[in-house]
């Protein structure tokens, strides 16, 4: 190994006919202090947190995601079949741009847990515009939520 006037390392090597290249930098031969902690890990995390299940809130509420919404629906729809368990604090209605309709799912945020659960046991299977809604939890610490 070679030091040039940079202060880089450079390593020679042969290459084809006898001919020799200056490679510089790291990476170029094995490492000899034995750490191959990037090697052999694939895919093995660390976990954060706890294993027990449940929904969690955000920053200002609790968030009920709402899918399978007609594509039709107004906001004021939406709002109107959810403010019957609380006050709607905020409401995120996702539209096609190129369509300008809903994309089939809405957050709708609470204050209190519990209008939150209200909500969710209410309206999961409730009619709206002709088309079932399936609603559950938008953020849930564990394994998941229902599979649907």
Same mark, same amino acid.
């Given at each position: 190994?070679?030091?040039?006037?940079?202060?880089?390392?450079?390593?020679?090597?042969?290459?084809?006919?006898? %001919?020799?290249?200056?490679?510089?930098?790291?990476?170029?031969?094995?490492?000899?202090?034995?750490?191959?902690?990037?090697?052999?890990?694939?895919? %093995?995390?660390?976990?954060?947190?706890?294993?027990?299940?449940?929904?969690?809130?955000?920053?200002?509420?609790?968030?009920?995601?709402?899918?399978?919404?007609?594509?039709?629906?107004?906001?004021?729809?939406?709002?109107?079949?959810?403010?019957?368990?609380?006050?709607?604090?905020?409401?995120?209605?996702?539209?096609?741009?190129?369509?300008?309709?809903?994309?089939?799912?809405?957050?709708?945020?609470?204050?209190?847990?519990?209008?939150?659960?209200?909500?969710?046991?209410?309206?999961?299977?409730?009619?709206?515009?002709?088309?079932?809604?399936?609603?559950?939890?938008?953020?849930?610490?564990?394994?998941?939520?229902?599979?649907?």
């Amino acid at each position: 190994m070679d030091t040039d006037t940079s202060g880089m390392d450079t390593s020679a090597s042969d290459v084809g006919g006898g %001919q020799r290249n200056k490679r510089k930098g790291r990476g170029h031969r094995a490492r000899q202090d034995g750490n191959d902690s990037e090697i052999g890990r694939g895919g %093995q995390f660390d976990t954060v947190g706890s294993d027990k299940s449940g929904p969690v809130k955000s920053v200002e509420g609790w968030i009920v995601f709402v899918s399978n919404v007609h594509e039709e629906a107004q906001e004021e729809d939406i709002v109107d079949k959810f403010g019957e368990f609380g006050d709607v604090k905020n409401i995120h209605v996702n539209l096609d741009r190129r369509t300008g309709f809903v994309k089939g799912y809405v957050l709708v945020e609470y204050k209190e847990k519990s209008e939150a659960e209200a909500a969710i046991a209410e309206m999961d299977g409730a009619d709206l515009l002709g088309q079932t809604l399936a609603c559950d939890w938008a953020f849930r610490e564990g394994k998941g939520g229902k599979k649907r």
